[in-house]
T-cell receptor
Framework: NAGVTQTPKFQVLKTGQSMTLQCAQD?????MSWYRQDPGMGLRLIHY???????DQGEVPNGYNVSRSTTEDFPLRLLSAAPSQTSVYFC???????????????FGEGSWLTVV | LAKTTQPISMDSYEGQEVNITCSHN???????ITWYQQFPSQGPRFIIQ???TKVTNEVASLFIPADRKSSTLSLPRVSLSDTAVYYC???????????????FGGGTRLMVKP
C-alpha cells in the first residue's frame, strides 16, 4: 500500500531558486493538504484542496503555490526560495463521506528542505 | 475545527501508564476526537478516535466524559519507543467544506525515560 508519497525526501536550495515538492496519493481521497513543521514546533497548514480544481490557503501560504489538476496529485511550488522556508514539509490526505472514511488523515513521510 | 489545549510536555518512565488530557470546551455535536502520534523525522500517524465514553484499541485507550469538553489519551505501560509528540484534533472531518481547514496545535511532547 503506497498511501501518500512525497518526493524528494531531501533537497538543498539556494536562495531565490524555485522548486516543486511532489505529493501523490492512491486512496482516491478528495482532501489533500500541505503542512510545514519547523524544529520543535507543531504542524502549520500551508495550502489545502477539497477536490480537483479547488485549492485554498491555510495559515502560512505566502511564498508557496499549489494546484490540483487530478485527484491523485497535489504539488507544492516554492516560487523563490528563502532561508525562512527551511523546514520539513508534510503532505496529507483524507477521504470525505461515509461513516468513518473522512476522519483519518494520512501523512507522507516528509520532505526535508534546506535553503541556503 | 474546535480549538484544543494540551500540555506542552510530559515525562514518564518505562512501564508506567501515561494519561494526556486535551481540553476542547467548544466541541460541536458532530465533532469527533482524534489523536495522532508523531515520531521524530516522521509524519503523524493515526492512533485512536472516539465520540463519547471509552474507546480502546491495541495501542491506546481514549476516555471521553459525558460533557465531551475534554478527553484523555491513555497509554498503558509505556516504553522508550513511545517517546513522541501526541496531537489532539477535534472536528467533524467528514464534511466537505472549503473552510474546513485541518490545523494541528503544538501537541504534547512525551519523553519516556528508562
Amino acid at each position: 500500500n503506497a498511501g501518500v508519497t512525497q518526493t524528494p525526501k531531501f533537497q538543498v536550495l539556494k536562495t531565490g531558486q524555485s522548486m516543486t515538492l511532489q505529493c501523490a496519493q492512491d486512496m482516491n481521497h478528495e482532501y489533500m493538504s500541505w503542512y510545514r513543521q519547523d524544529p520543535g514546533m507543531g504542524l502549520r497548514l500551508i495550502h489545502y484542496s477539497v477536490g480537483a480544481g479547488i485549492t485554498d490557503q491555510g495559515e502560512v501560504p505566502n511564498g508557496y503555490n499549489v494546484s490540483r489538476s487530478t485527484t491523485e496529485d497535489f504539488p507544492l511550488r516554492l516560487l523563490s526560495a528563502a532561508p525562512s522556508q527551511t523546514s520539513v514539509y508534510f503532505c496529507a490526505s483524507r477521504g470525505v463521506g461515509g461513516k468513518n472514511s473522512g476522519n483519518t488523515i494520512y501523512f507522507g513521510e516528509g520532505s526535508w528542505l534546506t535553503v541556503v | 475545527l474546535a480549538k484544543t489545549t494540551q500540555p506542552i510536555s510530559m515525562d514518564s518512565y518505562e512501564g508506567q501508564e501515561v494519561n494526556i488530557t486535551c481540553s476542547h470546551n467548544n466541541i460541536a455535536t458532530n465533532d469527533y476526537i482524534t489523536w495522532y502520534q508523531q515520531f521524530p523525522s516522521q509524519g503523524p500517524r493515526f492512533i485512536i478516535q472516539g465520540y463519547k465514553t471509552k474507546v480502546t484499541n491495541e495501542v491506546a485507550s481514549l476516555f471521553i466524559p459525558a460533557d465531551r469538553k475534554s478527553s484523555t489519551l491513555s497509554l498503558p505501560r509505556v516504553s522508550l519507543s513511545d517517546t513522541a509528540v501526541y496531537y489532539c484534533l477535534v472536528g467533524d472531518l467528514r464534511i466537505m467544506n472549503a473552510g474546513n481547514m485541518l490545523t494541528f496545535g503544538g501537541g504534547t511532547r512525551l519523553m519516556v525515560k528508562p
